[in-house]
């Protein structure tokens, strides 16, 4: 597609299969994705940045996509904060451990990356990231007293929890096309990789304008739904002007208020970092924890250099095939008004009454008792993602409104 074609000419890769672990917690926690917008795909709306400072080249939307997905950036380092509020209820911590809990392993190791990246869902945390080729990258999360870094150093990856002194230690896998998807986008470029999977006519996007990010200057992308339903009211990627890297990424709700997702960096340097920045040796004393899966936690450092943005690329189906090889997992609708819908095998959750404790209150603080043709159910809300769970145990989840979900359970 020319960059200046219009929207009705425009077709979409196929959507990538939702993420499976999530939905085998559904039963008991409610399923809030970090990033809803995964499922979201992004047509192209011609705009010319002409206005803010500071003063730069004008550059078409499309353009700049594809100085996104062109992005080369080897060598680099910096800081990075990243706010998420997804309007979960203060229960004294109670909804982080729920969180984190859905994707714990079973080895229960406080340094695995799959349990531990989960904080992120909740709260405000600051980052430290690092690369240095395709070999070597260093994510830190920085908490009170204490920091937890996962480390990829050649054919080990390392996970290492200062607080509990604990470590989980992993093997890349040799063929890059092997390495899983990441369960928890946490940079920016990982966050605007999620959101530009793939296209189609659903969605406006545009250049707003430019902005200094980190001491940089950057062009303002712009990302809106055009579909009414959505509960997405606009994604603004802030990207690096001469390296295409995204170094701001804030997606703020249709409902207006504080941003869902705020994550930019405050510090960024590409100068090649320190050899030793990418040394690990487990501590003495630690608890050593070996991934028995084995390629697990090399997913976590997807977002890295030469990550593939394939919304550089326009072509495919919308809508075409979305749930297909996600075990039992269908997706109906398209773009911003995707709806994945599974069967969980059980009969719902209970009731806060029935659970009983903080669990039980905090059931009811998210849920809204609806009914229908299809029976009734609860729907489960937050700013971004809200789920439909029928008595019957099926789910019906998106970043939709709770009318979209109960029309959809209706339909099916």
């Known amino acids: 597609m020319a960059p200046y074609e219009s929207d009705d000419s425009m077709t979409a890769e196929e959507a990538d299969d939702l ?26 709306v011609p705009a010319l940045a002409d206005s803010g400072d500071p003063n730069l080249p004008k550059i078409s939307a499309q353009q700049l996509i594809d100085k996104i997905a062109k992005s080369d950036v080897q060598q680099m380092s910096g800081t990075v904060k990243i706010t998420t509020d997804l ?6 911590g109670l909804e982080s451990s729920l969180t984190s809990g859905a994707g714990k392993s079973g080895d229960g190791s406080s340094a695995d990356p799959t349990s531990k990246l989960t904080e992120l869902a909740t709260g405000t945390h600051t980052l430290r990231v690092a690369a240095d080729g395709q070999d070597r990258q260093k994510l830190s999360l920085l908490e009170n007293a204490a920091e937890y870094s996962i480390i990829h150093n050649g054919k080990d990856v390392w996970g290492y929890d200062s607080q509990s ?19 928890v986008p ?7 990789k999620d959101a530009l999977k ?9 250049v707003e304008g430019t902005a200094q990010v980190a001491g940089r200057d950057a062009y303002r992308l712009v990302i809106k739904p055009k579909q009414s339903g959505s509960t997405v009211g606009q994604i603004t990627v802030a990207v690096d002007s001469k390296t295409g890297l995204p170094l701001k990424f804030t997606l703020t709700p249709a409902s207006g208020g504080a941003a869902v997702i705020d994550a930019g960096f405050t510090q960024v340097s590409f100068a090649k970092p320190s050899a030793s920045t990418f040394d690990f040796t487990p501590p003495k004393g630690a608890k050593v924890t070996e991934d028995k899966q084995g390629d697990h936690a090399k997913g976590h450092f997807e977002g890295g250099p030469k990550g593939d943005h394939k919304a550089g690329k326009l072509h495919g189906k919308p809508g075409q095939d979305l749930g297909k090889g996600a075990d039992g997992l269908n997706v109906i609708g398209k773009g911003w008004n995707s709806i994945a819908t599974f069967d969980t095998g059980g009969k719902g959750i209970p009731s806060g009454s029935k659970a009983g404790g903080q669990f039980g209150g905090f059931l009811d603080s998210l849920g809204d008792k609806v009914s229908g043709k299809f029976g009734s159910g609860t729907v489960f809300k937050t700013r971004l993602i809200n789920a439909l769970i029928t008595d019957k145990g099926k789910v019906y989840v998106g970043a939709v409104s709770k ?10």
């Open 87 to 92: 309007g979960l209820p203060n229960l004294g």
């Open 165 to 183: 002194n604990e470590v989980y230690h992993s093997t890349a896998p040799a063929d890059a096309e092997k390495q899983q998807k990441q369960d």
């Open 186 to 192: 946490a940079t920016p470029k990982d966050l605007t």
């Open 19 to 44: 993420r499976a672990g999530r939905r085998k917690a559904a039963r008991y926690v409610v399923p809030v994705a970090v990033v809803g917008v995964a499922a979201a795909t992004i047509g192209l």
């Open 403 to 412: 009318d979209a979900l109960v029309k959809a359970a209706n339909a099916g």
């Open 198 to 206: 793939s296209v189609d006519s659903t969605t406006s996007v545009t």
